[in-house]
């Protein structure tokens, strides 16, 4: 059971007693009737061959009250595409699948291209963006919920938690993300202990207090892929396409919305998925990669709000980080010891310095160039660039799925 303690600025909306499954898909159906409700899936062809995907399918044809379904495909082929729609076809809710291999979603990206719209590298921020679009474009759903694909320990409580308090149409919220323990035979979820909350800290021990930062702060897990919205959430954000998704979208919503109608939910005891490679040699792959991207994202946001970064700011940020981090390191050999969880001190302390590395990498590119952090236009603006392109997308994406 969790605490009940509301702690930021954003609402925390804990997992109390036992919650009835029943009561919220009860609930969740009368809510759906005023606010349909649709699921974003991206998902990669090789996330069908593993453990993940036949539990989340089975779940998902237990649900009734979702209006629709937009699974978005990444590599995979014609015959992996068709494949993937047979799987998906015990589910009871409306399924539309984007093949983004295909030649007519590649005839979508083209067009885009030749109007100066750049939509980044394909990726989940990418495949996200590309199936909020169709969800416009088709005009059905109220709301927006998005969750992994590589959740093996899924369940359809999960995304009925997620939905439920922007599903409400007591509860006015418009963005709604999920939290979780990361935690096995021992603590995961190392860019959000070691990185995430020790440099937010960081950051306001050395520039004061700022809005944002005390927002991102609020979060018990910045870093989780789920969360739910509003579709006008999903026409005005621009998110990023790297790694910097997560941070990137919270800064989109803190910059449009008061953190007032924000909240967090508790979705799950566990959450277990697949697991990134350190990398601490390679800035390319891995938990560094997503570092880099991850810092470049935050800074830009800051300087966006008035911060102004300097080589000397930066110099002062890496000896608070390593200080903060260190530090946290001590809290969380506490936490595990008394768990009796295991515990790598080394590891951690591994994980801290390649982190630190990337932080002076990050800092260095933001330097050079400000603008450098890839934003996907949002779709006010596309639509605005080339009118027709909802009914170009929805027209290609039915096609497909004839």
């Known amino acids: 059971m969790s605490d009940f303690y509301q702690s930021g600025i954003v609402t925390t909306l804990h997992q109390l007693g036992k919650p009835s499954l029943d ?3 009860a609930e969740l159906g009368r809510f759906a009737k005023a606010r349909p409700i649709a699921l974003v899936l991206p998902a990669l062809y090789s996330e069908f061959e593993g453990p993940a995907m036949p539990g989340i399918v089975q779940e998902l044809a237990k649900v009734k009250y979702l209006r629709e379904i937009i699974l ?3 590599k995979g082929s014609q015959q992996d595409f068709q494949r993937v ?6 589910i009871a809710a409306d399924v539309k699948i984007i093949h983004n291999d295909g030649k007519r979603i590649g005839e979508i990206y083209e067009t885009l291209a030749r109007n100066g719209l750049h939509v980044g590298e394909r990726g989940k921020g990418r495949s996200a963006w590309l199936a909020y679009g169709y969800v416009l474009a088709r005009g ?3 709301v927006i919920a998005l969750h992994d694909c ?9 995304l009925a938690r997620l939905c439920y308090p922007v599903a409400n149409p007591n509860l006015d919220y418009v963005f709604c993300k999920g939290y979780y323990s990361r935690v096995s035979s021992k603590l995961n979820g190392r860019v959000t202990r ?14 004061g207090p700022n809005g944002f930062l005390c927002f991102l702060d609020s979060f018990r897990y910045p870093l989780a892929g789920e969360f739910c919205m509003i579709t006008d959430l999903a026409r005005v954000n621009r998110i990023p396409w790297d790694w910097g998704l997560e941070v990137g979208s919270l800064a989109e919503v803190y910059r449009n919305y008061s953190p007032r109608r924000v909240c967090q939910v508790d979705i799950a005891a566990n959450y277990e998925h697949k697991h990134q490679i350190l990398s601490s040699d390679d800035a390319a792959k891995g938990l560094m990669k997503m570092t880099v991207d991850i810092c470049k994202s935050m800074f830009r946001t800051l300087a966006s709000e008035g911060v102004v970064f300097s080589d000397g700011l930066f110099k002062t940020l890496l000896v608070a980080y390593l200080r903060q981090a260190e530090d946290t390191i001590m809290k969380y050999e506490a936490d595990a010891a008394i768990n009796g969880l295991a515990f790598d001190r080394n ?11 990337a932080i002076g990498m990050a800092s260095q590119t933001f330097m050079d160039n400000p603008l450098t952090t890839p934003l996907i236009p949002n779709w006010n603006r596309v639509s605005s660039a080339i009118p027709d392109i909802f009914a170009m997308l929805q027209q290609a994406v039915d096609e497909d799925n004839k």
């Open 23 to 25: 009561r919220l898909e």
């Open 72 to 74: 978005v495909l990444d």
């Open 85 to 90: 729609r047979s799987f998906m076809a015990p």
């Open 140 to 142: 059905q759903s109220a």
């Open 150 to 158: 590589d959740i093996v320990t899924y369940s359809r409580e999960l």
């Open 194 to 207: 070691l990185l995430v909350t020790p440099l937010v800290r960081s950051l306001l021990q050395i520039i």
């Open 347 to 357: 590891e951690e302390a591994k994980a801290v310095e390649a982190f630190t590395r």
